[in-house]
Nanobody, 122 residues
Framework: QVQLVESGGGLVQAGGSLRLSCTAS????????MGWFRRAPGKEREFVAE????????DYADSVKGRFTISRDNAKNTVYLHMNSLKPEDSAVYYC???????????????WGQGTQVTVSS
């Protein structure tokens, strides 16, 4: 059974930084692409970042480009989201997800974590 467990969320002031982690189990981590998504209250889940199975390519939503960095450590079965220069509009529940291919499409991801709350105060 595939499990994805996020951690690292919390409360931070605007301009601050956080690092989210997502550790996977249940199938060979290094064979799958990983993505980060977020959902703010009253909004739909939206794409944040994705990374290919070997970390060779990444992609970001325009709203986070230049501020967020996705990375992975296949030896630790973990994907990270480094978030810098955080803004109040980044406040959301952040989810990691696993897919057969790197994509920004929610429907292409077949396993999801439970989410971790990020709150950015102004």
């Amino acid at each position: 059974q595939v499990q994805l467990v996020e951690s690292g969320g919390g409360l931070v002031q605007a301009g601050g930084s956080l690092r989210l982690s997502c550790t996977a189990s249940g199938r060979p981590f290094s064979k799958y692409a990983m993505g980060w998504f977020r959902r703010a209250p009253g909004k739909e889940r939206e794409f944040v970042a994705e990374i290919t199975y070997n970390g060779g390519r990444t992609d970001y939503a325009d709203s986070v480009k230049g501020r967020f960095t996705i990375s992975r450590d296949n030896a630790k079965n973990t994907v990270y989201l480094h978030m810098n220069s955080l803004k109040p509009e980044d406040s959301a529940v952040y989810y990691c997800a696993q897919s057969n291919r790197a994509t920004l499409l929610v429907r292409e991801y077949d396993y999801w974590g439970q989410g971790t709350q990020v709150t950015v105060s102004s």
